[in-house]
């Protein structure tokens, strides 16, 4: 046994399986590093983009409740004025649903989103 590890000690494979071993060591602790920025970016990233659609759902609604207390006092009828803005919204829900093929929705989303988690297609 000692002579066949003469034998590569000689020829140098000893050292290049240990420098193999080293790079791919050294190449999976890359790998972790860089998972572990992607993952840190993409969390920021939806950590703000939360943030973000919640003050805008939060102003959305406060001028819903707006508009609809003043129609409410426009039309002398409050009840009238909040579901003439629900009807609004289900308006805008059901030509949503209609044309959702028509106006390219979907695409639209898959490309935001790759564009945001950082994948090139």
Not at 13 to 29: A, W, Y
Request: hydrophobic share 55%; aromatic share 12%; net charge positive.
């Amino acid at each position: 046994m000692s002579e066949k590890k003469g034998i590569l000690g000689l020829l140098g494979i000893d050292n290049i399986f240990e420098s193999i071993k080293k790079l791919v060591d050294t190449r999976l602790q890359i790998i972790k590093l860089e998972l572990k920025d992607d993952l840190a970016k993409f969390l920021a990233n939806a950590f703000i983009s939360i943030i973000t659609i919640n003050i805008l759902l939060f102003a959305v609604l406060l001028i819903s409740i707006g508009v609809s207390i003043y129609l409410g006092k426009v039309l002398d009828n409050y009840t009238m004025g909040f579901i003439i803005v629900a009807a609004f919204y289900l308006l805008i829900f059901f030509l949503l649903i209609i044309f959702r093929n028509k106006i390219g929705l979907k695409e639209f989303f898959e490309k935001e989103l790759n564009k945001w988690l950082h994948i090139d297609n």
